[in-house]
């Protein structure tokens, strides 16, 4: 398991953009037959992907950087289908996962392992430190809370699912969803916001594989770009912005955990404080 520390936002005008990329972006997490995890100090979050092989199974290890008996000990983990179809067998029990279908897993689940039916399955994983129980839940995509918001006029047209969320699956810190543009829109989380209570965490995918994401961050005034292709993943800190838009419209997963689990505790930035206030 890979280890990630937190940043300050003075560190982000004099990286590189390997550096950048190096410190942000978590790529290649779904090598068939292996599963990868990233530890980021940003809210202490395990981010993870895992692709397993038709008829073989992926078992979650319990990594020693945790100092735990085994992996969901102190967390909660939520396994969440971005391709293809396949099982998650959580202590005995199989959950089937689809695309787009949410597994939220809770905190004292012992043996966890990942089974594809089809080659090209991917789950991602996140999990934070959880300091309470809740049951483990499966939210297909048919049964997320469902909204639309944006505008055709402004390419910002999209579907927002949300699966693990206050009025919905509980959990410690968690809250995720998956949000969807519209054909003929590119733009996500456009106007931005900030949310210094929590952490966030990108994940773009239904792209093909000669199409492009452009994720902006930074505070307004210094904002800074990287480039992804289709399962890349993006950690935003707490003090950050977060958009982007595509060469064609894609599907995204963003995962977060902190202070509060409030959708709606943000704060708003216009089209013109992102360039800062001379512009």
Same mark, same amino acid.
């Given at each position: 398991?890979?280890?990630?520390?937190?940043?300050?936002?003075?560190?982000?005008?004099?990286?590189?953009?390997?550096?950048?990329?190096?410190?942000?972006?978590?790529?290649?997490?779904?090598?068939?037959?292996?599963?990868?995890?990233?530890?980021?100090?940003?809210?202490?979050?395990?981010?993870?992907?895992?692709?397993?092989?038709?008829?073989?199974?992926?078992?979650?290890?319990?990594?020693?950087?945790?100092?735990?008996?085994?992996?969901?000990?102190?967390?909660?983990?939520?396994?969440?289908?971005?391709?293809?179809?396949?099982?998650?067998?959580?202590?005995?029990?199989?959950?089937? +996962?689809?695309?787009?279908?949410?597994?939220?897993? !809770?905190? %004292?689940?012992?043996?966890? #392992? /990942?089974?594809?039916?089809?080659? @090209?399955?991917?789950?991602?994983?996140?999990?934070?430190?959880?300091?309470?129980?809740?049951?483990?839940?499966?939210?297909?995509?048919?049964?997320?809370?469902?909204?639309?918001?944006?505008?055709?006029?402004?390419?910002?047209?999209?579907?927002?699912?949300?699966?693990?969320?206050?009025?919905?699956?509980?959990?410690?810190?968690?809250?995720?969803?998956?949000?969807?543009?519209?054909?003929?829109?590119?733009?996500?989380?456009?106007?931005?916001?900030?949310?210094?209570?929590?952490?966030?965490?990108?994940?773009?995918?239904?792209?093909?594989?000669?199409?492009?994401?452009?994720?902006?961050?930074?505070?307004?005034?210094?904002?800074?770009?990287?480039?992804?292709?289709?399962?890349?993943?993006? +950690?935003?800190?707490?003090?950050?912005?977060?958009? !982007?838009? %595509?060469?064609?419209?894609? #599907? /995204?997963?963003?995962?977060?955990? @902190?202070?509060?689990?409030?959708?709606?505790?943000?704060?708003?930035?216009?089209?013109?404080?992102?360039?800062?206030?001379?512009?």
């Amino acid at each position: 398991m890979e280890i990630r520390h937190a940043t300050h936002p003075d560190e982000l005008v004099g990286m590189s953009d390997e550096e950048l990329r190096a410190r942000f972006v978590i790529s290649d997490l779904f090598t068939p037959g292996l599963l990868r995890a990233v530890y980021s100090h940003e809210d202490r979050m395990v981010l993870g992907g895992v692709s397993p092989i038709p008829g073989t199974a992926v078992a979650l290890e319990n990594f020693p950087d945790l100092r735990a008996e085994y992996f969901c000990q102190r967390r909660e983990l939520a396994v969440s289908g971005l391709s293809g179809s396949g099982s998650v067998v959580v202590d005995g029990t199989r959950y089937p +996962i689809g695309h787009m279908d949410v597994l939220y897993i !809770g905190r %004292g689940a012992r043996d966890i #392992s /990942f089974e594809a039916d089809v080659t @090209g399955t991917r789950f991602f994983l996140s999990s934070a430190v959880s300091h309470t129980d809740h049951p483990t839940t499966l939210v297909p995509a048919s049964e997320a809370l469902t909204t639309e918001t944006g505008e055709q006029e402004h390419a910002n047209r999209r579907i927002v699912r949300k699966h693990i969320h206050e009025d919905g699956v509980r959990s410690s810190q968690l809250v995720l969803g998956i949000t969807a543009p519209e054909p003929g829109n590119i733009w996500n989380s456009m106007p931005p916001h900030t949310h210094d209570r929590r952490t966030e965490v990108y994940v773009y995918f239904d792209l093909d594989e000669n199409e492009r994401l452009f994720h902006f961050m930074g505070v307004p005034g210094q904002t800074r770009h990287v480039v992804l292709r289709d399962g890349d993943a993006v +950690i935003s800190p707490a003090w950050s912005m977060h958009f !982007g838009a %595509g060469t064609t419209n894609y #599907s /995204f997963l963003w995962v977060m955990a @902190g202070e509060n689990q409030m959708f709606a505790d943000m704060d708003q930035i216009s089209v013109p404080e992102v360039a800062g206030a001379v512009a």
